[in-house]
């Protein structure tokens, strides 16, 4: 089994073993890339403005500005630009955009021109007057990676078309495109077959999601389609005109027309799986062999799927939240009834520490049986992992500098499970369980009584860094991890220098290997100074800064404040807990405050793993999911319980 994997941010789907893709996706864009895929890595190769000047800007007149001309050149935006208008690209140009670079109503055109990149850019909102998202026009060379395109469905379906037109040689590598009323057309017109027959496209690695029609509409010409998901669109492929389209290793969900014709458009497609509704109606083609070397991803490891959302802030909330959710193809999984996680994790560590407990969960509940999964989600806490690097200049700021308290990682996952305009989901209604480690399990025990209300059927505790007895039990702790976190190596010339640091010590090693290697991709980030265009350090730097880290265990009324949570939910929902046996953070008397059947807090579970200390899900995550499993299969009630 293996996760298939959505990034949100700077757009990205790839498997977990696929290393390069995800090593591409943690060092973001060089400004030495060029096309690695499709027909752009033919005639020559697509390789943008390799070799000219660098520009930094900040501005879309600096912006328009740069791009212009056809020299060779690599024009670096940052921030977030807002305006209506259409920013035009010459030839031999890479646009790249820095950590959080945005579009809002500014969309790109490549007209008559050659040898273009664009990426890490994510385009919002830009309405008919200002043309596409992306405009590709009588064009060649053209590679686009790892952007965010989207709109929404308020305004008339021909007003906000953030569709691409494609002419030309054009490759369009991992990217996710969303809440669209028309996603993607190539080819403009019936009656321009004399031209648009040349046309050649290739669509690999991409999330396309909650859109309407066009995913893609293809008009005459050859294009390549492969390795991407189709999620929750009204329409598929539609092949027209002649088109000759070769789909492979593709999946869709909640789409009963993901392959069809119209006007004799034809296609060869191998290896897909087109859900359960699903079914190609297109007529076979003769396109059968792409003209370029690819890799195809096995549909029989999609079973499982994930993608990545981001939560952008807003006036009233500064962070940025990243997410993820896992979810099974398996129409087993479905029903109102079945169970939605949400995980939180650790201090120190990030959203992705879950995937193997997540992984081991899910195979158990494939075998059938009572429990159904729905879907899990994970959360970064907002001075973590992704969400980290998407914060660093907030985080900065007086009001979360030295001064992160578990409470916010609580308001955070609150925030997010009530921002359904972004990931379309009102958890209000789901059967919602909650699992949380260390941090986590203070977070998620905060979470159950903020307002609005978020019902949650029942909660799963992993270690929780809870002390009934107030804050002298821990104090020693406290000491020892304020002088851990500022003590700690957070530097690395590379990653593989990393992973050596990670095996020798004493703490880490003990963590299994696939944790050892997420570590790696996602607590580990790209050092800031990386991002300087003159002497750059290539190095490599925690994600969670030290002082970040250090003021989580500073927090003073973290360990205590939520024990009136635990009680209430105690008494009102089935609550588990899981334990460590080998003392090496919470002091025993700790635990036994915790589950003293005289405090009056009653838990369906108590289950303690002997071989484990506190960081259960870095040590034993197989025998955690076992455990988790094992919780969900619970059926044990008190007078006005809710029921697993």
């Not at 969303?178 to 009656?191: E, F, I, P, Q």
Request: overall charge neutral; charged content about 20%.
């Amino acid at each position: 089994m293996k996760w298939i994997y959505f990034l949100l941010t700077f757009v990205a789907f790839n498997a977990i073993s696929a290393a390069p893709l995800e090593d591409k996706i943690v060092k973001r864009a060089s400004v030495s890339d060029v096309a690695t895929v499709g027909y752009a890595t033919l005639n020559g190769g697509t390789t943008g403005g390799h070799g000219g000047p660098t520009t930094t800007v900040t501005t879309l007149s600096a912006l328009t500005s740069a791009v212009a001309g056809d020299s060779p050149k690599i024009v670096i935006f940052s921030g977030n630009l807002t305006g209506n208008a259409v920013v035009k690209v010459g030839s031999n140009t890479s646009v790249l955009g820095a950590p959080g670079a945005t579009l809002n109503g500014i969309g790109l055109r490549v007209l008559s021109v050659s040898n273009v990149i664009i990426r890490n850019i994510k385009i919002s909102k830009v309405l008919a007057s200002a043309g596409d998202a992306i405009g590709v026009q009588s064009a060649s060379q053209v590679w686009l990676d790892h952007l965010d395109l989207s709109s929404d469905r308020d305004h008339d379906k021909d007003l906000c078309v953030p569709q691409i037109l494609r002419w030309g040689v054009d490759t369009n590598e991992p990217f996710k495109l969303y809440t669209h009323w028309k996603a993607s057309l190539v080819g403009h017109s019936d009656n321009n077959g004399a031209e648009d027959v040349a046309i050649t496209v290739t669509f690999a690695n991409n999330w396309w999601f909650d859109l309407n029609s066009r995913t893609p509409s293809f008009r005459f010409g050859h294009g390549h389609i492969f390795n991407n998901v189709f999620d929750d669109n009204n329409d598929g492929i539609n092949t027209r005109d002649g088109a000759q389209l070769l789909v492979e290793n593709n999946v869709w969900t909640g789409t009963d027309k993901p392959l069809y014709d119209t006007d004799e458009g034809f296609a060869v497609a191998r290896g897909n799986d087109f859900g359960p509704d699903g079914a190609n109606t297109a007529p076979v083609g003769n396109f059968t062999t792409a003209p370029y070397s690819y890799s195809l991803l096995a549909t029989a490891n999609w079973t499982h799927l994930t993608k990545t959302i981001t939560v952008p802030p807003h006036s009233g909330y500064p962070l940025s939240l990243t997410a993820k959710r896992y979810w099974s193809s398996s129409p087993a999984s479905q029903g109102s009834d079945a169970l939605t996680l949400l995980c939180l994790h650790g201090t120190s560590f990030h959203k992705e520490t879950w995937e193997p407990t997540l992984e081991k969960i899910f195979g158990l509940a494939s075998f059938g049986g009572p429990v159904r999964i729905r879907e899990a989600w994970t959360l970064d806490c907002p001075n973590h992992g992704a969400s980290a690097v998407l914060n660093e200049t907030v985080l900065q700021t007086p009001e979360f500098y030295l001064n992160f308290s578990c409470e916010k990682y609580a308001q955070a996952a609150h925030r997010f499970l009530l921002s359904k305009s972004v990931h379309g989901i009102d958890f209000r209604t789901r059967n919602l369980v909650g699992v949380g480690h260390s941090l986590g399990g203070v977070a998620m025990t905060m979470l159950q009584y903020m307002s609005p209300s978020i019902p949650f059927s029942s909660m799963i505790l992993v270690e929780p860094l809870l002390s009934p007895a107030g804050t002298h039990d821990i104090k020693k702790l406290r000491s020892i991890l304020i002088k851990g976190a500022y003590e700690r190596r957070d530097v690395w010339p590379d990653l593989t220098t990393a992973m050596v640091s990670l095996k020798r010590r004493d703490r880490t090693k003990k963590w299994d290997p696939r944790i050892q290697q997420l570590f790696i991709q996602h607590a580990i980030r790209p050092h800031p100074a990386s991002y300087h265009v003159e002497n750059p350090y290539n190095g490599f730097s925690l994600a969670c800064t030290r002082d970040q880290e250090a003021a989580m265990y500073r927090d003073p009324e973290g360990a205590t404040k939520p024990i009136g949570d635990l009680n209430k939910a105690c008494a009102s929902r089935t609550v588990h807990i899981v334990l460590g046996g080998i003392h090496d953070f919470l002091p025993k008397r700790v635990h036994e405050a915790i589950v003293d059947p005289s405090s009056g807090r009653h838990f369906a579970s108590i289950t303690t793993i002997p071989e484990s200390g506190h960081l259960v899900p870095q040590e034993q995550p197989d025998k955690l999911g076992e455990i988790i499993f094992n919780a969900l299969l619970s059926t044990e009630t008190l007078p006005g319980r809710s029921k697993l």
